[in-house]
């Protein structure tokens, strides 16, 4: 399901007027998936706080969204972009792609709450196949 | 059986009455329509589906849409008992709609997203997690009696 012109379109404008509500809305996705999902803190165990306020999360928070805008910000070329991080999580962090879906649910539910009203069912769409490549992308490297 | 918690029992209590099903119902369907297209599939009798607009704009499906959530209404009303609730449901979904069961994680996922939209911040993590544990519990019911 690739992404078409106005696909790319539709994403790069609401990332845009979500603006610096980036960082809250990566905040309270990530936050929400260790909550509501459980078993995603397997992954990290080395930590000593996993609630939702928690500094470390809200750190890790950050540099996740922020690799999304990258991705947001390169989405005509997701594979070339994607291909270092993909790596990363192939080799070194081995998360299983199925997670990828989980955080892209929450990222959604966050981006809904926080913007109801330009949250609709055109961008719902655009950004959910977005994530969608977007893990795609990540998992390239894992096989 | 489920184990509901208190807090689980009383925040699907509190989310549904604050909910009105028609409008609730038309955009979580309508929504479903839109983002997963595939599902259309199913409403080969509604006329006109051909874009975002005409879904969202369409009458069949907002009053479809209606249809659903009051019949999530059942189980609100029964959450001890949500297999039984739905026994026959399930027979109808998989006998004679032929509804691939994993629309209903679909249709639950836009549920879950247009309930968000609606709450706000009152939609916690805590509040999310018991949300998509009943819709989660409705789903297994309604698969149940396929084979």
Redesign the interface.
């Known amino acids: 399901m690739s992404l078409t012109a106005k696909d790319m379109s539709v994403v790069k404008a609401f990332w845009g007027k979500i603006g610096s509500k980036a960082d809250d809305i990566g905040a309270e996705a990530f936050?929400?998936m260790l909550?509501?999902y459980p078993q995603t803190k397997t992954y990290f165990s080395h930590w000593a706080d996993l609630s939702?306020g928690s500094a470390q999360v809200k750190k890790h928070a950050k540099v996740i969204i922020g690799a999304v805008s990258d991705a947001v910000a390169h989405i005509d070329d997701l594979p070339t972009a994607l291909s270092q991080l993909s790596e990363v999580h192939a080799s070194k962090l081995r998360v299983d792609p199925a997670n990828f879906k989980i955080l892209a649910?929450n990222i959604?539910?966050a981006a809904?709450?926080y913007f109801?009203a330009d949250?609709?069912?055109?961008v719902?769409?655009s950004l959910?196949k977005f994530l969608q490549n977007l893990a795609w992308c990540l998992a390239e490297r894992y096989r | 059986m489920v184990e509901w918690t208190d807090f689980e029992r009383a925040t699907i209590q509190n989310i549904f009455s604050k909910l009105d099903y028609e409008s609730v119902g038309h955009n979580a369907l309508g929504r479903c329509l839109v983002v997963y297209p595939w599902t259309q599939r199913y409403f080969g009798k509604f006329g006109n589906l051909y874009n975002a607009a005409a879904i969202m704009g369409n009458p069949m499906v907002a009053a479809h849409g209606a249809v659903v959530l009051h019949g999530l209404d059942r189980a609100v009303k029964n959450m001890d008992d949500i297999k039984a609730t739905y026994a026959e449901l399930s027979v109808l979904h998989s006998e004679k709609l032929h509804v691939d069961p994993d629309n209903f994680r679909l249709l639950a996922d836009c549920l879950t997203i247009v309930v968000a939209a609606k709450l706000g911040a009152s939609f916690t993590a805590d509040v999310q997690a018991a949300f998509q544990k009943f819709l989660a519990v409705v789903a297994s019911a309604l698969r149940r009696q396929y084979h």
């Open positions: 936050g929400r909550t509501v939702p649910h959604i539910v809904a709450m109801p949250f609709t069912p055109e719902h769409v959910d």
